[in-house]
């Protein structure tokens, strides 16, 4: 199995995430790799290679990789648990990662890869106005337990904090005194060995 893409984008950081949570063995490829064309026609990423099947889209990939190895379970079986995990995988997918991409974008692609000055204002009225916003909702259901749904971790937790790392890496971050609970359970998030290694590694990437 190849993952194809870039770990700064939070589709990318998810599945790679999911199927490392899983225990799979999959290779990794920058999205410059010739193949990247042809399993993801339209060029977003991720893409996904597994043999001759080949497919983009982190939701699908994740579809797939969860349906040919079922555990551990990261998806709940229980349907409103169920519901409830795709509902945080779509806030962290389109709510926050659309936040994510205005101050990501212009503070760090924009400057940093494409060689042009990026849109500072509008990143600074996202963090300003939209970013509390989502830590507000975010404050609000951050459970004790450390988990989103069925007191343990599963795609949800993935999903909502894969994007708010992209955020941190915009010098977006969260503030431990207004969001207490929310602060405290990503950081728990992205501890687990998954998360912090490719964190460590976007980190050296952007000090390079």
């Known amino acids: ?22 225990g799979l063995d999959f290779e990794f490829k920058p999205q410059t790799d010739p193949d990247f064309k042809v399993v993801s026609p339209f060029g977003k990423m991720p893409g996904f290679r597994d043999g001759e099947f080949t497919i983009s889209d982190s939701t699908a990939i994740i579809t797939y990789l969860d349906a040919i190895h079922p555990e551990p379970n990261l998806i ?8 409830r995990t795709i509902w945080y995988e779509e806030y962290g997918d389109t ?6 991409g205005k101050i990501f974008f212009n503070r760090v692609v924009s400057p940093k890869f494409f060689g042009r000055p990026g849109d500072l204002a509008a990143a600074d009225e ?3 106005t ?5 830590m507000d909702y975010l404050e609000s259901v951050a459970p ?3 988990f989103l749904v069925e007191d343990r971790f599963t795609l949800a937790d993935i999903a909502v904090a894969s994007p708010l790392a992209t955020l941190a890496h915009g010098d977006c ?13 990503v950081s728990r998030i992205w501890d687990r060995p998954s998360f912090a290694k490719l964190i460590a590694q976007e980190r050296a990437m952007l000090a390079a």
């Open 1 to 22: 199995m190849i993952i194809y893409g870039n770990t700064f984008s939070p589709f990318v950081r998810k599945t790679v995430v999911f199927a490392s949570e899983k």
């Open 173 to 185: 971050h969260m503030d431990a005194k207004a969001h207490p609970k929310a602060h405290a359970y």
């Open 95 to 100: 709510i926050v990662a659309a936040c994510g």
């Open 126 to 128: 996202a963090q300003k």
């Open 130 to 134: 939209e970013f509390p916003r989502l």
């Open 144 to 146: 004790a337990s450390g």
């Open 76 to 83: 709940p079986t229980d349907p409103k648990a169920r519901a």
